[in-house]
């Protein structure tokens, strides 16, 4: 009686014991980038589930720091890594399994960066500045978004032509929408928009989270100006670390007021708690493929 009751309890332990299957890439390679050429330098990954090529996904001049971020799910300003991982570029190319799904290609991304940059990370929550999108006192400056245009419109718009600036030296977005900087004065335009969105938009140029507290809940179309002079000082010191200089005949209004201004939405400052991924160690050359 006592004999099987032993064999079942044993049989138990050993299927707890069975380590879960690693998501992993059918076949991966990752190498430093090569210095770029003269002109426009492609930056960004494409393909992977949810794409017109779900199996292959690939980056080019990708850095270590976005590759991260993009693995652990997290924005840029949640991520405490080293300068280096920042600045050395590099090139992905994986085979990615038939039918995964967005979620498991995160999962395969730390895998490869487990395994061939010994990556190793933890979560941990910290108190930096926060930001609030809220209606200004006289109520917002937008208008709802018009229905989308025909089809053979929708394609006439997708077919990018050379960047322009207006008379005041801001870039033009065309019908399509989008985001420019050109020296420091920057121009957002989307004819769909939710404030949600914006609020995501506004992160990467506060550098910090932005919440949408507006209570608007519909999509609108969206047309901002700002000069962002401080911001490119702040993001690209001069030469030699010495002091980088100041534009003088720098104009326009900075990103606050040209959201109170053109849109009617207010940001407010405020300090909470955000979970943070902080990169322990990492290898600056990645293994052989």
């Known amino acids: 009686m006592i004999r099987p009751l032993l064999a079942l309890l044993f049989g138990c332990g050993v299927m707890q014991a069975q380590p879960a299957t690693k998501l992993e890439f059918e076949v991966a390679s990752i190498k430093p980038s090569p210095p770029p050429a003269p002109g426009m330098v492609v930056v960004g990954c494409r393909g992977g589930p949810g794409t017109n090529d779900p199996t292959l996904y690939t980056c080019q001049n990708i850095s270590l720091s976005n590759l991260v971020t993009m693995a652990y799910g997290v924005a840029y300003y949640q991520l405490a890594a080293p300068d280096w991982a920042g600045m050395a570029r590099f090139d992905l190319r994986a085979k990615v399994p038939e039918g995964a799904t967005k979620e498991q290609l995160a999962l395969m991304m730390q895998s490869l960066l487990a395994d061939r940059f010994k990556l190793a990370v933890h979560r941990e929550s910290r108190e930096i500045q926060r930001y609030e999108l809220t209606v200004a006192k006289n109520g917002p400056k937008f208008k709802e978004a018009a229905p989308p245009p025909p089809a053979d419109s929708r394609d006439a718009a997708l077919t990018p032509g050379p960047l322009k600036i207006d008379r005041e030296g801001y870039p033009t977005?065309?019908?399509?929408?989008?985001?420019?900087?050109m020296y420091d004065k920057a121009r957002l335009y989307r004819p769909e928009m939710t404030m949600t969105m914006l609020a995501d938009q506004l992160s990467g140029q506060f550098r910090g989270p932005v919440v949408d507290a507006t209570g608007l809940t519909?999509?609108?179309?969206?047309?901002?100006?700002?000069?962002?002079?401080?911001?490119?000082?702040?993001?690209?010191?001069?030469?030699?670390?010495?002091?980088?200089?100041?534009d003088p005949v720098s104009t326009g209004p900075d990103l606050k007021q040209a959201l109170q201004d053109q849109l009617g939405l207010r940001v407010e400052s405020k300090k909470g708690p955000v979970e943070f991924v902080v990169v322990d160690h990492a290898e600056k050359t990645p293994s052989e493929n």
């Open 173 to 181: 977005i065309g019908p399509r929408g989008g985001m420019a900087i």
């Open 218 to 246: 519909g999509k609108y179309e969206i047309s901002l100006y700002w000069n962002a002079g401080d911001n490119l000082r702040t993001a690209a010191p001069a030469p030699g670390g010495g002091p980088t200089p100041v």
